[in-house]
C-alpha cells in the first residue's frame, strides 16, 4: 500500500540553525499538509499547499516557516532560524481529492533544538 | 479560533464493550476528521466527514454541523483499540483546529 515517507526520522540542531524537513506524499496526491505536535501536547495544523501554492497557514506558520514542492515528488518544510521552541514532532500528511477523503500522514520527523 | 472539546478525556473499557467519544467545536466548518494516534506516535486518519454518518469496519462517526458535534462510536471494542482518538474540525485545504484528545485503554 502506498505511504507517506518523511526524512529524516530524528533531527537535532543548535538554535538559530535551518533546518529542511522533507515529506514525500502518496505520487497522486494533489493536496499536502504540515503539523506539529510539541511533546504532551495536541498536535496543531501548521499549513496547506495544494496547486503549489498555500492554502491556508496558521498563526503559528510564521515568517520563518516555508514550504516548497520543489520536484513535483518532494514537499519540505523549512524552518529558517530555529528557536527552541520549534522542538516537536512535524507530520506531513497527503489526500487525493478535494472532498470528504482521509488523510495519509507520515511517520513523523522528531526535531530537537538545543 | 476553533475551541475544541472532547468527552471524556480518558476512558478504560473492557474488550467487547460499545464505546462513544464526543467532540464539540465552536466555529461553522465543513468537515471533521477524526484520527488515531498509536502510543508510538504515528496517526491514522479514521474518518473526514461533512454530514451525516460514515462506517468503516466497527468504527461509526457521526456529524451534526448545525449543533457542532460529533461522535465517534467502536462496537465490540478490543485491545488493539487503545490509542488517542482526536477530532478535527476544518475542511479540505482549510486550518484544522485539533482536540487534545480523547485516551482510550481497552483490557481484554
Known amino acids: 500500500e502506498p505511504e507517506v515517507t518523511q526524512t529524516p526520522s530524528h533531527q537535532v540542531t543548535q538554535m538559530g540553525q535551518e533546518v529542511i524537513l522533507r515529506c514525500v506524499p502518496i505520487s497522486n496526491h494533489l493536496y499536502f499538509y504540515w503539523y506539529r505536535q510539541i511533546l504532551g501536547q495536541k498536535v496543531e495544523f501548521l499549513v496547506s499547499?495544494?496547486?503549489?501554492?498555500?492554502?491556508?497557514k496558521s498563526e503559528i506558520f510564521d515568517d520563518q516557516f516555508s514550504v516548497e514542492r520543489p520536484d513535483g515528488s518532494n514537499f519540505t518544510l523549512k524552518i529558517r532560524s530555529t528557536k527552541l521552541e520549534d522542538s516537536a514532532m512535524y507530520f506531513c500528511a497527503s489526500h487525493r481529492t478535494s472532498g470528504e477523503e482521509t488523510q495519509y500522514f507520515g511517520p513523523g520527523t522528531r526535531l530537537l533544538v538545543l | 479560533k476553533n475551541e475544541v472539546e472532547q468527552s471524556p478525556q480518558n476512558l478504560t473499557a473492557q474488550e467487547g464493550e460499545f464505546i462513544t467519544i464526543n467532540c464539540s467545536y465552536s466555529v461553522g466548518i465543513s468537515a471533521l476528521h477524526w484520527l488515531q494516534q498509536h502510543p508510538g506516535g504515528g496517526i491514522v486518519s479514521l474518518f473526514m466527514l461533512s454530514s451525516g454518518k460514515k462506517k468503516h469496519g466497527r468504527l461509526i462517526a457521526t456529524i451534526n454541523i448545525q449543533e457542532k458535534h460529533s461522535s465517534l462510536h467502536i462496537t465490540a471494542s478490543h485491545p488493539r483499540d487503545s490509542a488517542v482518538y482526536i477530532c478535527?474540525?476544518?475542511?479540505?485545504?482549510?486550518?484544522?483546529?485539533f482536540g487534545t484528545g480523547t485516551s482510550l485503554t481497552v483490557i481484554p
Open positions: 478535527a474540525p476544518g475542511g479540505f485545504g482549510n486550518q484544522f483546529y
Open positions: 499547499f495544494y496547486n503549489n501554492e498555500i492554502s491556508e
